[in-house]
C-alpha cells in the first residue's frame, strides 16, 4: 500500500436499513451510477475508490473518495460486502471485465443498477451486476448477460441475447434476435438489423448500421458497417 494513502473510515455501515456500496472508480461513468443508486433508494454509498491518488480526499457528488482498492479488505471486515463497478467501457471492454472479476473474488457481490426511468420487459432474464441506464428499453424474452452496461436511450428489442461483459452505448439500437458476444462494444447510436450475430470481444464503431454479422475480435465502421481491422484477442 502507498504510503500517502488515507486511512479507511472506520463506521457502523448499518447504521439504518440501507445497503452500505462501495463505488469502484470515481469519473464520469460514477457519477451517473451515484445518481441511479440514489433514485432507486435503498443504498448507503460509503465511499469510491479510485487509482488516482489525485482524487483520494476528494468528493464526488458528496461521496468521499476514500483510496484505492487496496481498501477493499479492510471495508470488507468492516460489513461493506456490496460494491458497484463506477469504471465504464470506450471500446475495449476488458478493464472492466477484470474489475468485476476482482471485486468478486474479493467476496464482494456487484449491485444490479437500473435506472427507474428505464423500461424493462418482466420476461427479461438480467445477469448478475448489469447496469441499465436511463430511458433504455428493453424488450420481451430478452436475456441479458453479466456485468452488462445498457446505456441511456438505448434500446435492446425482443428475443436478444447479450454476452457478459457487453457494453451498449447511448442511443444504439438492437433490433430483435441480435446475439452479441461476450466483451463486445456496440458504440454509440450504432444499429444493429434484426437476426445480426455479433462475435465476442467484437467493436461496432458509432453510428454503424450493421446488416451483416460480425466475427469474434473484429472492428467495424460505417454505413453499411464494414471491417475496419481485426484486432488481436484480448486475454
Not at 494513502?5 to 463505488?23: F, K, Y
Not at 458509432?206 to 484486432?231: S, W, Y
Request: glycine content about 12%; some cysteine; aromatic content about 4%.
Amino acid at each position: 500500500m502507498l504510503s500517502s494513502m488515507p486511512e479507511p473510515v472506520c463506521a457502523p455501515w448499518s447504521q439504518d436499513d440501507r445497503l452500505p456500496v462501495i463505488g469502484l472508480g470515481a469519473g464520469g461513468h460514477a457519477r451517473v451510477v451515484i445518481e441511479t443508486l440514489r433514485l432507486m433508494g435503498g443504498y448507503e454509498l460509503v465511499g469510491l475508490l479510485d487509482s488516482k491518488p489525485a482524487l483520494w480526499n476528494t468528493e464526488v457528488f458528496g461521496v468521499p473518495v476514500l483510496g484505492d482498492d487496496c481498501l477493499l479488505s479492510d471495508l470488507y471486515k468492516e460489513g461493506v460486502r456490496h460494491a458497484f463497478i463506477g469504471v465504464g467501457a470506450v471500446g475495449n471492454t476488458g478493464p472492466r471485465r477484470r474489475l468485476y472479476e476482482e471485486i468478486r473474488c474479493r467476496g464482494f457481490e456487484i449491485v444490479q443498477t437500473i435506472h427507474p426511468q428505464a423500461i424493462l420487459s418482466p420476461s427479461v432474464a438480467l445477469g448478475h451486476g448489469v447496469t441499465v441506464m436511463a430511458a433504455a428499453v428493453i424488450n420481451a424474452a430478452t436475456t441479458v448477460g453479466t456485468n452488462v452496461v445498457v446505456n441511456t436511450g438505448a434500446i435492446v428489442e425482443h428475443d436478444c441475447v447479450i454476452g457478459d461483459h457487453v457494453h451498449i452505448a447511448s442511443g444504439a439500437r438492437l433490433a430483435s434476435t441480435v446475439h452479441i458476444g461476450a466483451g463486445t462494444h456496440i458504440g454509440l447510436g450504432a444499429c444493429i438489423r434484426q437476426c445480426i450475430r455479433i462475435g465476442h470481444q467484437a467493436i461496432v464503431g458509432a453510428g454503424a448500421v450493421v446488416v451483416d454479422d460480425v466475427p469474434d475480435n473484429t472492428v467495424v465502421v460505417g454505413v453499411p458497417a464494414r471491417v475496419l481491422h481485426e484486432p488481436k484477442s484480448e486475454v
